[in-house]
């Protein structure tokens, strides 16, 4: 069902449906013209040993994070980010999916990074490699790396997706904002230690909780648009401006996009999340126990 790198591309892939399409969908556009898959597997699944057919590395652990900056999986400048992308291969009018490993995990920041970085055929494969094998869609051994052909892609930023530290301290401080936190309920409550050495157990005063697990179902399939709105307003007191973080800035991206099949508008991700915040130096207030 793959198309190698130098055959003639097949039919147009069509629009998508939505920020999310169904393995099925998926399935019956692989090699068409102008569709690219995307592998954006983090930490154990990265560099795995099957893939979707024709799937390239969006590399989260490499070349699409900062690594000159603090926090882990950082954004990339926009000309660092354009690099990358091009050296995917994906063009300014292709369709590209993003699926990863573990389910619907980082491929969210990936489709998150692409939007705020102003492309907008981008969506999310629903239930990830899981779902794919689980629906026996076919898998291909990963290839070290794509070597196909240089895309087009420009990066167009979009102020206001991908917010610091000063954007998320205004929003605990409106009334009308709510700071969503995609982490555990234990790592939220500082009961359970941080992953990561270094960083303070709790959470930000008067973010709430909303672990991004929860917002899919047993099959690993993001819940109906209904449930992930009723979620939402039920740690939010039905406030309507979001702001998301998590450990680095991936989970988040997956309450932002429960978040657009929600219906919410111009939800923002805390790009540094709590690796930024929970730092002993400088010292951002934190609290522990529940929300």
Known sequence: ?????????????????????????????????????????????????????????FDLDGALSDHDAPAPHTMPA????????????????????????????????AWWMLRAMGFD??????GGLPAWTAAGLPVEATRP????????????????LLVGSGAVAAALADP????????????????????RPGLRGGHMPGAVNLPFGELQDPDG???PAAELRTAFEEVTG????????????????????????????????YDGSWSEWGVPSPLRPVTTGPA
Not at 41 to 52: D, F, L, N, P
Not at 80 to 85: E, K
Not at 91 to 108: E, F, R, W
């Open 176 to 195: 009308a904002a709510a700071v969503v936190d995609a982490r555990t309920r234990g790592r939220f409550a500082g009961t359970d230690p941080e992953p």
């Open 1 to 57: 069902m793959t198309m190698p790198q130098n055959a003639a591309p097949g039919p147009e892939a069509g629009p998508l449906p939505g920020v999310l399409v169904g393995a099925q969908w998926l399935g019956g556009r692989l090699g068409a013209g102008g569709l690219v898959v995307l592998d954006a597997s983090v930490g154990a699944h990265r560099g795995a040993e099957r893939r979707i057919p024709g799937a390239r590395p």
């Open 121 to 126: 055929r981008v969506a999310v494969l629903d």
């Open 238 to 269: 039905g406030r309507e401006r979001l702001y998301f973080s998590c450990g680095s800035g991936v989970t988040a991206c997956v309450l932002a996009l429960a978040a657009e099949l929600a219906g919410y508008e111009d939800p923002a991700v």
């Open 221 to 223: 399939l993001m819940r």
């Open 145 to 160: 790396a794509y070597d196909g052909p240089r895309g087009s892609f420009t990066a167009r930023p979009r102020p206001g």
């Open 78 to 109: 926009a000309g660092a980010f354009t690099d990358a992308v091009r050296d995917l291969g994906v063009d300014d009018a292709d369709t590209v999916v993003v699926y990863d490993g573990a389910g619907i995990y980082s491929s969210a920041r």
